[in-house]
């Protein structure tokens, strides 16, 4: 291997529900400096969706984990082969195929760990499905924590707002049970650390949201603030963590504190990111922090209808491509 070819950085991409836009999106890829970039997919899917999309591909496979820059072709759609357990269809979802989704997770995940790659970016998958097919899956972020024994933390970021999340996908009525304050600390204890470690932010400013209307109205709309968050907020505020809050969700994303701060946390899924997407939506990317790697992910859904149609916009996948090579450099 040259000098240069090991300085690169090496993304393994999941091309997500194969009856959905993902394998669409990795077709058309900027080119980014000192990055190497590989689909996991399957070659008879893909080759079929490079065809019904009238594009001029071609695809160089590598079969072979352990010599992936060796052989790695710049002018090419580089691909890890994994075979579909099933036919596949454009829209047309297949429960049998459910096992290939998730075995592109664990195989781009043990590239990870084993360090032949430097990232995981996901494409989108069908949570329905694979719940369908027998398989207990809640989403990306917990799955590939529980595969890592990790802790981990769910945020989706634009250029100018990042939203952590305390709980991620999660029934409304199980969400204040959830948040105790160990788990409170540390959420906010791997998110500090990210925006110092990875991000590069010296001292970082985290709004922290109430989780009940008016952040809890002094005990009058719920205790959660009081008996939980506040006392959390303070004990790390002691450990020099920049913290403000418990502030209510609906004045907290204004300009007002927003252009001072690194990162919100929220406490519940659809109270931090509806802000974030109407400000980002295709632009955002989902990060999952608390991982022994860098993974990120696009902010959108399989788009069944929309799949080997020419319609789907990749420009999701660009953004987490772009922020997985950063965070890579930095990490």
Do not use: W
Not at 242 to 271: E, I, R
Not at 281 to 305: E, I, Y
């Amino acid at each position: 291997m040259s000098k240069q070819s090991a300085t690169r950085k090496k993304i393994v991409i999941t091309s997500g529900e194969p009856a959905g836009i993902g394998p669409d999106i990795c077709l058309n890829l900027p080119d980014i400096e000192n990055t190497e970039l590989y689909i996991i997919t399957d070659r008879v899917l893909i080759n079929e969706r490079i065809s019904q999309l009238s594009e001029n591909i071609k695809i160089n496979v590598h079969q072979d984990t352990d010599k992936l820059s060796e052989f790695y072709q710049k002018d090419k759609l580089n691909i890890i082969p994994l075979d579909l357990q099933s036919t596949s269809r454009p829209g047309i979802l297949n429960p049998e195929n459910s096992r290939y989704v998730l075995q592109m997770l664990d195989l781009a995940s043990d590239l990870c760990r084993q360090k032949k790659v430097n990232a995981m970016v996901t494409g989108p998958v069908q949570k329905s499905i694979i719940n369908d097919a027998g398989f207990n899956f809640t989403g990306h972020t917990e799955y590939l924590a529980d595969k890592s024994a990790a802790t981990p933390v769910m945020m989706l970021a634009t250029q100018s707002l990042r939203v952590a999340l305390a709980t991620t996908h999660l029934p409304l009525k199980d969400v204040s049970q959830a948040i105790t304050k160990e788990s409170l600390t540390e959420t906010l204890t791997i998110l500090h650390a990210f925006l110092k470690q990875q991000v590069g932010i010296k001292k970082p400013k985290i709004l922290v949201c109430g989780l009940n209307p008016h952040a809890g109205e002094n005990g009058n709309l719920g205790n959660e603030e009081i008996d939980t968050i506040i006392p959390v907020i303070e004990k790390l505020k002691k450990m020099n963590m920049d913290l403000l809050g418990p502030l209510p969700a609906d004045t907290l994303f204004t300009s007002k504190y927003l252009d001072k701060a690194d990162a919100v946390l929220a406490m519940y899924h659809d109270q931090g990111l509806p802000v974030l997407k109407f400000s980002g939506f295709g632009k955002a990317v989902n990060v999952t922090l608390g991982l022994p790697f860098v993974r990120t992910s696009v902010d959108h859904g399989t788009a069944l209808d929309l799949a080997a149609s020419g319609q789907a916009s990749n420009s999701s996948l660009i953004e987490a491509i772009s922020m997985a090579a950063q965070l890579s450099h930095n990490r």
